[in-house]
Nanobody, 116 residues
Framework: VQLVESGGGLVQPGGSLRLSCAGSGFTFRRYDINWYRQAPGKERELVAR????????NYTDSVKGRFTISRDNAKNTAYLQMNSLKPEDTAVYYC??????????WGKGTLVTVSS
C-alpha cells in the first residue's frame, strides 16, 4: 500500500499550488480521502475531505473558498487545489485514505511554504 503526495513547494502569498495524492496497492475508489496539514510546533489538523465517490466534500473554516479537494478514481489520485495562499498555510500536507475504522493509510507528506 502506498500513498504518495506531490506538488508542494515554495510559493508567494496570494499564489496557488495543486497537491496530488496517488494511491496504489488498495482499492482507491472505496476510500474516503482526507488532506491534513501540520505546521511547525502545531498539531496536525484536518484540512479537507472527500467521499469515496466524490459527492461530498468538507473543509476546515480557514480554507473555505480558497481550497478545493477533488479526486479521479480512474487515476487513483486525489487533489488539493490551493488558491490565495497565506503564510499561515505553510505546513507539511499529508494525504490520508480511510475506510471505516480498520483501514487507514498515510502518505509521507509534502512541504508547502508560503513566503515572500
Amino acid at each position: 500500500v502506498q500513498l504518495v503526495e506531490s506538488g508542494g513547494g515554495l510559493v508567494q502569498p496570494g499564489g496557488s499550488l495543486r497537491l496530488s495524492c496517488a494511491g496504489s496497492g488498495f482499492t482507491f475508489r472505496r476510500y474516503d480521502i482526507n488532506w491534513y496539514r501540520q505546521a511547525p510546533g502545531k498539531e496536525r489538523e484536518l484540512v479537507a475531505r472527500i467521499s469515496s465517490v466524490g459527492d461530498n466534500t468538507n473543509y476546515t473554516d480557514s480554507v473555505k473558498g480558497r481550497f478545493t479537494i477533488s479526486r479521479d478514481n480512474a487515476k487513483n489520485t486525489a487533489y488539493l487545489q490551493m488558491n490565495s495562499l497565506k503564510p499561515e498555510d505553510t505546513a507539511v500536507y499529508y494525504c490520508n485514505a480511510k475506510l471505516g475504522l480498520r483501514y487507514d493509510y498515510w502518505g509521507k507528506g509534502t512541504l508547502v511554504t508560503v513566503s515572500s
